[in-house]
């Protein structure tokens, strides 16, 4: 099993930026590629970014390009995700989430992610 834990959620005024990051353990040399994802109250669950683990490449929603940036350590096992320019409704709960899949692990698509952690919840007031 691979165990994902969030972190650096909190209340940030529009315009801000904020830092999350997700620390994995575990059997984590069976994942190829790191994702976030964000669920806000009464949407579906949207895919934000991620980023594979041997050359990071990247791969991005549209609601975020050009404001968020996804990057991993691969000694820490960490992906980090930073978002600047945040608007209101960028506020969701964010959830970090593992792939073991180097052919879908870019498309977005929750199905392709198999472990994911509690989620931290972001804040952004107009």
């Known amino acids: 099993q691979v165990q994902l834990v969030e972190s650096g959620g909190g209340l940030v005024q529009a315009g801000g930026s904020l830092n999350l990051s997700c620390a994995a353990s575990?059997?984590?040399?069976?994942?190829?590629?790191m994702g976030w994802f964000r669920q806000a109250p009464g949407q579906e669950r949207e895919f934000v970014a991620a980023?594979?683990?041997?050359?990071?490449?990247?791969s991005y929603g549209d609601s975020v390009k050009g404001r968020f940036t996804i990057s991993r350590d691969n000694v820490k096992n960490t992906v980090d995700l930073q978002m600047n320019k945040l608007k209101p409704e960028d506020t969701a709960d964010y959830y970090c989430?593992?792939?073991?899949?180097?052919?879908?692990?870019?498309?977005?698509?929750?199905?392709?992610?198999?472990?994911w952690g509690q989620g931290t919840q972001v804040t952004v007031s107009s």
């Open positions: 989430a593992s792939t073991p899949s180097p052919s879908t692990w870019s498309d977005g698509r929750q199905h392709d992610y198999d472990y």
């Open positions: 575990g059997r984590t040399f069976r994942t190829f590629a």
């Open positions: 980023v594979s683990w041997g050359f990071g490449r990247t």
